[in-house]
């Protein structure tokens, strides 16, 4: 079973517009933290945020939020403003585990933003 | 500071070589990792290392697969008798908490 699924393959958005990038995990672990990264087409992976499962509120850093519904198990990526330099590749990504910070990242498999002027 | 940085940015091999690549950390960073990411199989994780316990190999997809960290900061990752399925880009990864941060990846061609 898919641990993390992101179910939109690409997504447009205009210019100045928000955006809603999808992301759904599986995970019988009561601890774990979820991740966003943006990948341009220099192929750099970029930390965005991060959410933790105990957390309370919902992650936000500058223009991007995560939409975090436990119960649904779902972890959207907000982008406020979109921007050219937006357009990338963005994957979702979850750490199981609790009780320390390191461990294995497993990824979904993407989705393309193409940001339109 | 200094990012992680990977060597060779590209590396074009025969099948049957073997070939090594290298990743420097972000200084202090105690966690390296490796993960492979390919059209195919999307981003995979492959072995981390954390500090001076026994790294995690579960990702490794067969024994031609190895990889070292000496002194607790440069690693290589070795690959033998490279197979056509081994090209991707591999990419590497520290962190010295939560968040980990990625090098620039090499890029494995195996003709």
């Known amino acids: 079973a898919q641990k993390i699924t992101q179910t939109q393959p690409g997504m447009f958005v205009q210019e100045k517009e928000a955006v809603t990038l999808d992301c759904t995990y599986d995970?019988?672990?009561?601890?774990?933290?979820l991740f966003w990264y943006k990948q341009p087409s220099s192929g750099e992976m970029i930390f965005l945020i991060y959410?933790?499962?105990?957390?309370?509120q919902n992650a936000t850093e500058g223009r991007y939020s995560l939409n975090f519904q436990k119960a649904r198990k779902s972890a959207n990526l907000v982008i406020s403003a979109s921007q050219l330099g937006d357009s990338a590749m963005y994957f979702c990504a979850m750490r199981e585990g609790g009780g320390t910070s390191y461990g294995k990242l497993t990824f979904g498999q993407g989705t393309i933003l193409t940001v339109h002027p | 500071g200094a990012g992680v940085s990977q060597s060779p940015s590209n590396k074009v091999t025969e099948k049957g070589k073997d070939v090594e690549l290298r990743c420097d950390p972000i200084s202090g960073h105690t966690a390296l990792y490796w993960y492979r990411q390919s059209l195919g199989q999307g981003l995979e994780f492959l072995i981390y290392f954390q500090g001076n316990s026994a790294p995690d190999k579960s990702g490794l997809p067969s024994d031609r697969f190895s990889a070292e960290r000496t002194g607790g900061s440069v690693s290589t990752l070795t690959i033998q008798r490279t197979q056509q399925e081994d090209s991707a880009v591999y990419l590497c990864?520290?962190?010295?908490?939560?968040?980990?941060?990625f090098g620039p990846g090499t890029r494995l061609t195996v003709l």
């Open positions: 959410q933790g499962s105990y957390d309370q």
């Open positions: 995970t019988s672990d009561p601890s774990y933290g």
């Open positions: 990864a520290s962190s010295r908490s939560r968040t980990q941060y």
